[in-house]
């Protein structure tokens, strides 16, 4: 029973460089959403997905890409890191679309752009 | 935009009450409620549907003022376990799958 799975756990990239952070679900859930943390800022939304091929825009989409091919996986991508990104990345899940489902969020991808 | 809460921090001793405010400039039609503890991922506490109904969980209560677009979480004889950051989380309504947090509320709780 994992959840909402998120690798890696810790990631050190260069000023440029490009990543992708993974996030998988195994309950089936239709909602899926990429949060950063950053220190008094709270949880801000990147982007979020409400099903396969379906993604859109959160509050702090820029320097961030996503697909959603498959209900499992919601892969956050950095086309060219800025230490600006440098975050605490969590990616959370639903049962289903809106907001009246709770979010079941996986442990988190601690990242540092140099 | 981001919901406020209030107050940023508060310290309790073991026993003691606390009300931890949630308000917003936008019309609310749900508000979460989670808890995060240092190093750890956020946990879900509760959800409040628009009608300003209350709910529980264990010592700690919420209610939801559509009027006044604001939403409060009581914790009740606070235990050492209750110490984390709250964060309370807003939809934009009109079918929004939005869900905006604010900055967080930082509880400790001691001995």
């Known amino acids: 029973n994992a959840g909402v799975t998120q690798t890696p756990k810790f990631q050190v990239l260069k000023t440029g460089q490009s990543m992708t952070l993974q996030c998988a679900q195994d309950?089936?859930?239709?909602?899926m959403s990429w949060y950063r943390q950053d220190p008094g800022m709270g949880l801000r939304l990147i982007h979020y997905?409400?099903?396969?091929?379906?993604?859109d825009q959160g509050e702090v989409p820029n320097g961030y890409n996503v697909s959603r091919s498959t209900t499992e996986d919601f892969p956050l991508r950095l086309l060219s890191a800025a230490p600006s990104q440098t975050s605490v990345y969590f990616c959370?899940?639903?049962?289903?679309?809106?907001?009246?489902?709770?979010?079941?969020f996986g442990n988190g991808t601690r990242l540092t752009v140099t | 935009q981001q919901p406020v809460q209030s107050p940023q921090a508060v310290i309790l001793r073991e026993g003691e009450d606390a009300v931890i405010n949630c308000s917003s400039s936008?019309?609310?039609?749900?508000v979460h409620w989670y808890r995060q503890k240092h190093g750890e991922a956020p946990v879900f506490l509760m959800i409040?549907?628009?009608?300003?109904e209350q709910k529980g969980h264990e010592k700690i209560s919420a209610s939801f003022n559509e009027k006044k677009q604001q939403s409060s979480l009581y914790l009740t004889a606070s235990q050492l376990s209750y110490s984390g950051t709250y964060f309370c989380?807003?939809?934009?309504?009109?079918?929004?799958?939005?869900?905006?947090f604010g900055k967080g509320t930082k509880l400790t709780v001691n001995p």
């Open positions: 997905s409400v099903g396969a091929g379906i993604t």
């Open positions: 409040l549907l628009k009608g300003g």
């Open positions: 989380g807003t939809d934009m309504g009109g079918g929004s799958e939005k869900l905006v």
């Open positions: 959370a899940s639903s049962p289903r679309t809106g907001s009246y489902s709770p979010l079941h």
């Open positions: 936008k019309a609310l039609y749900s």
């Open positions: 309950m089936n859930h239709e909602y």
